[in-house]
């Protein structure tokens, strides 16, 4: 038997490997395998056995790595189909399906010292008062880790020692698992009541997960990708439900049926709203009773220790729950019955390296695979999502109303422009949003308060000779952080001290200012409004430790923060019956982006944001401040009217030819002199015209400057080829970055389907 094995260096191709005997009966298709290439020894999967190679003299494989194959074949066959629709090395689609911490030759197990009741018969030996304590703490627990066992008694290694000595315990090296929830005490809940919209969603979901158990393992790859020609709804729901309609519960009922079918469960939300709440939730529903199992989270805020342990619980079938961020889309769970993409419309779903996969997209594909359901929820979905429901492609589910006939809040949009002539310059608050904290506070009641922008000011400028501090590296200006003393570039990085006076040499004027806000602002000037409120702030600044965001909003939970002040981690997800007021800063700061994508990124955000108030028993009020309040996305947004935004933004989309009605490929060209990149850039665009000529409808436009022009020192062109057969695009462009030849210090990087266009 000869093995296939796609190495992990980005060469493109399989090589052969013979099997030797004493390995034959380790190695199979997803086993990680050490093997001789060249003069080195590296570490590949193996992606096929085969009975014959065209090859002579094969070299053997050296070693099989980990007692259990990492990657399924389901999963190795997902890797494959990422590979091609991205236009990406099949070694860097392999990669992206494993965690680094279980990429490791050595399995990165942590052994602890375990002390145990030891079996004995007859009276308890003569022991000093200390050591009874100790030996009565061990009788209760009857095992636990020698660490948990100090802790608790505030005793020495010695006097449990003495009890070795005494045989009363055993003292062993034991695993111990790493669990970032393991001190929480989380109490277990039951199924609650549905209204006839949950009731009748759920009924739809379970009836199709009992169709595709009858049908499980067809697929269509090319119809599986988004936006390509289904012709029936099998791939997915699109569960549109208001904010506070009750969707969670409608996921933790279906993962249940699939428990009781003997199946798995998948769950993606968005990395920002991966809140201890979410997890607390599906813990609680299933840390007891007949389908109690492991609930594994996956996230970055895991460290490698606790990711390796909680992905080994997966591949081990001990937890059949999987909870995520989008690379949870490639957690082992076998079989798998459920794929529920929380907030399907979210852009953090999308990998900005290679492979620059979309994990809602992945999770369809996954789901037609493997014969599972995929469930996609969002209050305000994607274009795409809902297009695919209008073309047949996706089956609708709606709950347009709130749970338990709770009201949705009342919007109030105002006007900045007149504030501004009211108080004599830009405002931060207006008079309406001040007067409603003034009453929240008065009433006990608690506010959010929204902008998604961090640090304190976003440029500095010169008055007198018109200088403003931009990164030497990026094409941006630098923005100003108070608490820190010095300007940063939330691109790159670079910082530098704030100066006192105009940095030009010829002016040096000492009247200098910073011009524009950001939540750190916005907190400083709720300390000098309301100095006895108690004001906190949530973005990715003030969140410096590991807990900080469980401890915050914890704190808010239980009433210790008065108003939160927060980007968009704090924009949804998140469930607090007391928050009566949410005010949106700059509610058009979006829409000046350079993107199409601009007025859909801005309803939705505003129509999330809003959805955080008036989730408990008093009706919810929102402040949206816009110096553009007539703009068609927050008129709509106020309405919380998904349907009318959508028939609208399709007519711009249309007449463009912009996603949904075709798909883009960006292709980004980039290195450190400009007229190189550019050049090259033409030169791209001529060789792609005659790759991309026996294609139909293929629309090239470009090269130009991106929008960001120059980022991390490199200067930046793009092309954008628009087409409504993205998978014949997505072939022809791996052929087109095979072949073509540029410039060594100049770099091409495709990106399919891409949500961010700077």
């Not at 053997?60 to 091609?84: C, E, F, H, Y």
């Not at 949804?572 to 000046?592: P, Q, R």
């Amino acid at each position: 038997m000869i093995a296939r094995v796609t190495l992990e260096i980005a060469l493109r191709k399989e090589f052969d490997y013979a099997i030797p005997p004493e390995l034959a009966s380790r190695v199979e298709v997803g086993s990680r395998v050490k093997v001789p290439f060249g003069p080195r020894q590296v570490t590949g999967i193996v992606t096929a056995l085969v009975e014959e190679s065209t090859h002579t003299n094969l070299r053997s494989i050296l070693k099989v790595i980990g007692a259990q194959s990492p990657v399924t074949p389901k999963v190795l066959r997902l890797a494959r189909w990422i590979g091609d629709y991205y236009c990406c090395a099949p070694e860097i689609a392999l990669k992206s399906v494993l965690p680094d911490s279980v990429r490791k030759e050595k399995e990165g197990w942590r052994e602890r010292l375990h002390v145990r009741v030891a079996p004995f018969t007859g009276e308890l030996p003569k022991l000093t008062k200390r050591q009874v304590e100790v030996w009565n703490i061990i009788e209760e627990w009857r095992e636990l880790s020698l660490t948990r066992l100090l802790e608790l008694s505030g005793a020495t290694t010695e006097t449990v020692r003495k009890l070795e000595d005494k045989n009363l315990v055993t003292i062993a090296p034991e695993i111990s698992e790493r669990d970032p929830y393991a001190l929480e005490q989380i109490l277990p809940t039951q199924s609650l009541e549905m209204n006839a919209e949950q009731a009748l969603a759920l009924e739809k979901i379970i009836a199709k997960m009992g169709e595709l158990s009858a049908e499980r393992g067809t697929w269509n790859a090319e119809a599986a990708a988004q936006g390509s020609a289904l012709r029936t709804p099998r791939s997915a729901f699109l569960l549109h439900g208001v904010t506070g309609s009750g969707k969670t519960e409608v996921y933790l009922q279906a993962i249940a049926h699939a428990l009781e079918q003997g199946q798995g469960a998948i769950v993606l939300v968005p990395e920002i709203s991966l809140t201890p709440q979410t997890v607390e939730r599906f813990k609680a529903r299933f840390s007891s009773g007949k389908l109690q199992t492991l609930v594994a989270v996956l996230h970055s805020h895991l460290s490698a220790g606790e990711r390796h342990d909680e992905w080994h619980k997966i591949r081990q079938g001990r937890a059949r729950i999987v909870i995520g961020a989008r690379s949870a889309i490639f957690a082992p769970v076998d079989p798998l019955g459920l794929i529920i993409v929380d907030e399907e419309h979210e852009h953090s779903y999308k990998q900005e390296e290679a492979p620059r996969y979309h994990a809602r997209d992945v999770a369809v594909v996954r789901g037609q695979m493997e014969g599972a359901v995929v469930v996609l929820g969002s209050a305000t979905p994607s274009l795409e999502s809902f297009y695919n429901v209008k073309k047949g492609k996706y089956a609708l589910l709606e709950m347009p109303t709130r749970a338990d006939h709770k009201k949705m809040p009342v919007v109030r949009v105002v006007d900045m422009r007149a504030e501004g002539r009211k108080q004599k310059g830009t405002p931060i608050f207006s008079e309406q949003l001040k007067e409603a904290i003034t009453q929240r506070l008065e009433r006990r009641e608690q506010t959010m308060l929204f902008l998604n922008r961090r640090g304190y000011s976003t440029s500095l400028q010169c008055p007198k000779c018109g200088y403003v501090a931009e990164c030497p590296n990026c094409s941006v200006s630098l923005t100003y952080h108070r608490a820190k003393q010095k300007l940063c570039c939330h691109i790159c990085g670079h910082d530098a001290p704030a100066p006192n006076v105009c940095p030009d040499v010829k002016c040096r004027n000492p009247a200098i200012r910073y011009a524009g806000l950001g939540t750190e602002k916005v907190e400083a000037t709720l300390a000098k409004l309301f100095p006895h409120a108690r004001v906190s702030r949530m973005d990715s600044d003030a969140l410096k430790r590991k807990d900080d965001f469980r401890r915050i909003l914890g704190d808010f939970k239980t009433g210790k923060i008065d108003i939160l002040v927060g980007t968009q981690m704090i924009a949804k997800g998140l469930h607090f019956e007391n928050v009566t007021l949410v005010g949106v800063i700059y509610a058009d700061l979006s829409l000046h982006m350079p993107d199409f994508r601009a007025g859909e990124r801005t309803f939705q955000l505003l129509t999330q944001v809003a959805g955080r108030a008036g989730r408990g028993d008093v009706e919810g009020e929102v402040f949206v401040q816009a110096f553009t309040p007539f703009h068609p996305a927050i008129q709509f947004a106020r309405r919380h009217d998904f349907a009318g935004f959508y028939e609208q933004e399709m007519e711009f989309r249309e007449q463009l030819q912009y996603p949904p009605i075709s798909r883009v490929a960006l292709l980004t060209l980039k290195g450190r002199n400009e007229e190189k990149v550019r050049l090259t850039a033409e030169h791209a665009r001529r060789e792609l015209e005659k790759s991309l000529a026996a294609l139909r409808e293929v629309l090239i436009a470009g090269p130009a400057p991106a929008p960001l022009a120059r980022a991390e020192t490199f200067y930046r062109y793009q092309l954008m080829l628009r087409t409504r057969q993205m998978p014949k695009l997505s072939q022809a462009l791996t052929r087109f970055v095979e072949t073509v030849s540029l410039p060594e210090d100049v770099n091409l990087a495709v990106d399919i389907d891409p949500v961010n266009l700077s």
